[in-house]
């Protein structure tokens, strides 16, 4: 069965810090890993990646993906409290209507 | 451009009662996502539609229906509300040869 599995599953954090969130899945017919943010709300589209090594980088965070360890790591650095959400983890499979299998996602609360 | 809109925002039901929630998107996407969110399960797909005219089950159909009913409208039926599917609905579209889904903002059912 195919799974996704992000760690840790909740973070507490001061403005400030810089944080790693971490994503795991299992190899069979991969084909892309998304990272998403969600707030109070819907959520909202962060990178996508598909290549190992190929660093993806938007302000203060960034990602990555390693295909042989089969895992990708969010970075986010100089956090603000505008970052406290939960982050979500998705991976997509090759050649299944493109269906995302999700993680249960981090929660990240930035403080003061 | 609204991007994905659900309506309605809230809804409160009672046991055996039915509804639609409804999802349109005016992106010209071609595949349509139906997900439920709860504590500690992450999203989970209910129905998704590749493309107008087709539908397919997800992880949990059971106690829903859906209908494409064009390419932008994809509607989600609960025939007989229960406890149980009280939850944060979200739609969600991709565009063809794309990963990345766009999420509505969700509906907000509680079932009693």
């Known amino acids: 069965e195919d799974k996704v599995v992000q760690s840790p599953l909740s973070l507490v954090v001061h403005e400030g810090d810089t944080v790693t969130l971490n994503c795991s899945y299992e190899?069979?017919?991969?084909?892309?890993l998304l990272w998403y943010k969600q707030e109070k709300k819907a959520p909202t589209f962060l990178f996508m990646l598909?290549?190992s090594g190929i660093e993806k980088k938007s302000g203060r965070l960034s990602s990555i993906l390693d295909k042989k360890e089969l895992f990708s790591i969010l970075n986010i650095t100089a956090t603000q409290t505008g970052d406290s959400a939960v982050y979500l983890c998705?991976?997509?499979?090759?050649?299944?209507?493109?269906?995302?299998?999700w993680g249960l996602g981090t929660s990240l609360a930035v403080n003061p | 451009n609204a991007g994905v809109t659900q309506t309605p925002k809230f809804q409160v039901l009672k046991t055996g009662q039915s509804m639609t929630l409804q999802c349109a998107q005016d992106?010209?996407?071609?595949?349509m996502y139906w997900y439920r969110q709860d504590p500690g399960m992450g999203l989970r797909l209910i129905y998704y539609?590749?493309?107008?005219?087709?539908?397919d089950k997800g992880e949990v159909p059971n106690g829903y229906n859906v209908s494409r009913l064009n390419k932008r409208e994809f509607s989600l039926r609960l025939e007989s509300a229960a406890p149980s599917q009280t939850s944060v609905y979200f739609c969600?579209?991709?565009?063809?040869?794309?990963?990345?889904?766009?999420f509505g903002p969700g509906t907000r059912l509680l079932v009693l």
């Open positions: 539609s590749a493309s107008e005219g087709t539908t």
């Open positions: 998705g991976r997509g499979n090759a050649g299944n209507n493109r269906k995302l299998i």
């Open positions: 992106m010209n996407h071609n595949s």
């Open positions: 969600a579209s991709r565009l063809a040869g794309q990963e990345t889904q766009y």
């Open positions: 598909t290549s």
């Open positions: 190899v069979t017919n991969f084909r892309s």
